[in-house]
């Protein structure tokens, strides 16, 4: 079977066991990427043959569309500015659920929605498993345009290999209008909570892709199943 194929199976367990945690009456937040989509879906089959929720928020334009295509009560942050449960997914994911997000471009949506959960549970296929954050993943940073080139030094600085986020030639924009700055670190991130620190005091940073403290669960898919950390 091809690597590719291999892995979505793997992403559509972990995403199929984690709409199982979904119960009715729930507010919820619908993450984005790849194995959010198994969990949309699977929700969407959930919804259909009976469970009921007050309704999700959605991460991202596109997992909106997604959802209210598949039916699936949509609700945002004004009406239920406190949700029951998120579930999304991840770029990398340590030992200690650590996690980098924010490969898709929606981190900053994503970390409002998680921090908005009495519980953030991550889904994710056995390859975002790593032993160290930010070897095989740059780490995004969202930032205002205004301040692209300031931050850019600055992270620079930090030292970071800095790539301005394009997409089929074109700068990448996200939902909120900001720029990404990839940062690239030799050798990886050795020490996450003090990073985040650092880059959270430039001014003209509006977020990290780099999620500490926040995930309670993750839910890997692999050639053996699922299994559940911690």
């Given amino acids: 079977m091809p690597h590719e194929i291999q892995q979505d199976s793997w992403k559509q367990l972990a995403g199929e066991a984690a709409a199982k945690l979904i119960e009715d009456g729930m507010v919820i937040g619908l993450g984005s990427g790849s194995t959010a989509v198994y969990l949309i879906y699977a929700l969407a089959r959930r919804i259909q043959a009976g469970l009921s929720i007050v309704g999700a928020v959605p991460t991202s334009k596109a997992t909106g569309e997604l959802a209210n295509n598949l039916g699936i009560p949509l609700t945002d942050l004004d009406t239920h500015p406190e949700l029951d449960l998120d579930i999304d997914g991840a770029d990398e994911i340590d030992s200690q659920l650590g996690l980098i997000k924010g490969g898709g471009g929606a981190l900053l949506r994503e970390k409002i929605v998680a921090s908005a ?9 056995i390859t975002k498993q790593v032993r160290q954050l930010g070897l095989k993943t740059p780490l995004p940073v969202e930032t205002i345009p205004f301040a692209a080139t300031p931050v850019r030094k600055r992270l620079e600085a930090l030292g970071a ?12 924009l996200t939902d909120n209008n900001n720029v990404i700055l990839d ?6 991130i050795t020490d996450p909570p003090d990073l ?4 959270k005091r430039i001014v003209g940073v509006v977020e990290t892709g780099l999620f500490l403290n926040m995930a309670r669960q993750a839910i890997i898919g692999g050639p053996e199943g699922v299994k559940v950390l911690p």
């Avoid at 290999?161 to 990448?172: C, D, E, F, S, T």
Wanted: hydrophobic letters at 45%.
């Fill in 117 to 125: 959960a009495q519980s953030f549970i991550v889904i994710a296929d």
């Fill in 161 to 172: 290999i800095v790539q301005l986020r394009q997409l089929a030639g074109q700068l990448y």
């Fill in 183 to 188: 940062c690239t670190f030799p050798g990886g």
């Fill in 196 to 199: 985040e620190n650092r880059i």
